[in-house]
């Protein structure tokens, strides 16, 4: 998992990578000319998503358009196809989430230069509900029709693809949306890439030197249709390709590296101690990297002091003084709706009293080799939530207690001790 902390509007996602392409372009020329050249280009994004961080999407766009139009001549809508591949990594944190289906809006920024204009074009794109597979990467597919345009001045014209704004909603099965609610992705065009989408020539003669209005579908003139060539627009009127791309989500944390997540919980609970007759309560706090294509995690356990009062053999009353000191790393598997946990623990008696009187106070009452802790979810766990854990640990008779070693040790030992634990998502 990528580091980064995750919160309730956070992330694929999950991740939603998938409609990283389904815009990669929203401008390309129409059908205003009877041949036209079939047209794909393929660009590779960087789109930071919640819960899952910065992801690698490769965009295949297609479509036809014209060798060469007129000038005055409208090019007219056309139908363009984009598909883009989802990655594993968005998959499985989708599917964390309890995502079935991902659905949204995007605005794809594109530039046309031609003889007397540069023109930034912002086109805003619908994306269709797409199903999430259990496992795996998987293409999603998304259509639109692009605006029609016409020029005043013959020579060449350049189509070039920038970058893409996302908002998307993930949803469960019955509808309603994930813990990771609606997020916008600002996804960014890896450098170094040759994004010219298609070039072509416009001849002279062929139509008047008057723009006709754009049709119903087409948008706002000032965003699409060039002005006439005597009046070639002023560079401060020319909105940058940027302008009308909504920024990220102020909920949405900054992305995290490589696969991985932080996923941070503060976790409560309670250990009986079967033996002894009591229990002591457990505060925490639980830091865990996750590397959702792999399924597993790693992890801090950071354990409050605690106390209890037993009664040993069965009515000498007891009060103890518990330091619980986590041992490496803890580890587990993460899948949808449930996790497992496992780690070492001492645990440590730091002080012991009888009828209220002090028989040993240190730092080295504790079993020789360290506890081994196991555990796994009861119910659904949701990684953007949390959820409860439960199971059972063996306390080994513990040594170096004092001058009552001997008595102590024996007595604290103590097999099959139910933990029960539950953790919620830092806010």
């Known amino acids: 998992m990528t580091p980064r902390k995750v919160s309730k509007k956070l992330v694929a996602g999950v991740a939603a990578t998938s409609a990283a392409g389904l815009v990669a372009t929203g401008l390309l020329l129409g059908s205003g000319t009877s041949s036209a050249d079939p047209v794909s280009l393929t660009l590779n994004y960087t789109c930071p998503f919640p819960l899952i961080g910065d992801q690698p999407i490769k965009v295949v766009i297609q479509s036809d358009m014209p060798a060469s139009i007129g000038v005055g001549q409208q090019t007219g ?26 659905e949204g809006k995007a605005v794809s920024g594109a530039k046309v230069d031609a003889p007397g204009i540069s023109l930034p074009v912002n086109v805003p794109v619908t ?19 692009t605006p029609s345009l016409s020029f005043t001045q013959p020579g060449t014209a350049k189509i070039t693809v920038s970058e893409l704004s996302l908002n998307l909603t993930p949803r469960k099965a019955d509808g309603t949306e994930t813990g990771l609610g609606t997020f916008d992705s600002a996804c960014t065009l890896n450098p170094g890439q040759d994004n010219l989408l298609h070039q072509f020539e416009i001849t002279g003669g062929g139509g008047g030197s008057t723009t006709p209005p754009p049709s119903s579908t087409t948008p706002p003139p000032s965003s699409t249709t060039p002005p006439s060539s005597t009046t070639p627009p002023p560079s401060s009127t020319t909105p940058p390709p940027s302008s009308t791309t909504p920024p990220p989500s102020s909920t949405t944390p900054p992305p995290g590296n490589g696969n991985g997540v932080n996923v941070n919980y503060d976790l409560k609970g309670s250990a ?20 959702l294509a792999a399924g597993k995690y790693v992890g801090d356990l950071k354990l409050a002091p605690t ?7 069965g009515f000498l009353p007891v009060d103890a003084n518990v330091s619980l000191v986590p041992v490496g790393k803890s580890t587990g598997t ?17 002080k012991i009293s009888v009828f209220g009187f002090p028989i040993y106070q240190g730092d080295t009452c504790k079993a020789p080799n360290p506890t081994d802790l196991k555990l796994k979810s009861v119910g659904n766990f949701d990684v953007l939530k949390g959820g409860k854990i439960q199971g059972t640990f063996d306390l080994a008779s513990p040594a170096n207690c004092g001058q009552l070693n001997d ?8 097999p099959n001790n139910p933990i029960d634990l539950d953790l919620a998502i830092k806010k």
């Not at 056309?78 to 964390?96: M, N, R």
């Not at 106390?307 to 053999?313: A, L, T, Y």
């Open 77 to 102: 809508v056309f139908d363009i196809k984009a598909v883009s591949t989802v990655p594993e990594t968005a998959t499985q944190g989708l599917t964390l989430v309890g995502a079935t289906t991902i």
């Open 272 to 291: 009986n101690l079967t033996a002894l007759n009591g229990s002591v309560a457990i505060n925490g706090t639980f830091n865990a990297v996750a590397d």
């Open 334 to 350: 993460v899948a949808t709706g449930a996790i497992t946990y496992e780690s070492k623990l001492d645990i440590v008696l730091t």
């Open 407 to 414: 008595f102590i040790g024996p007595l604290a030992a103590s």
């Open 307 to 313: 106390s209890g009062k037993f009664k040993i053999v």
């Open 127 to 145: 994306i269709a509900k797409t199903p999430v597979p259990a496992s795996g990467a998987f293409d999603v597919v998304a259509t639109g029709q």
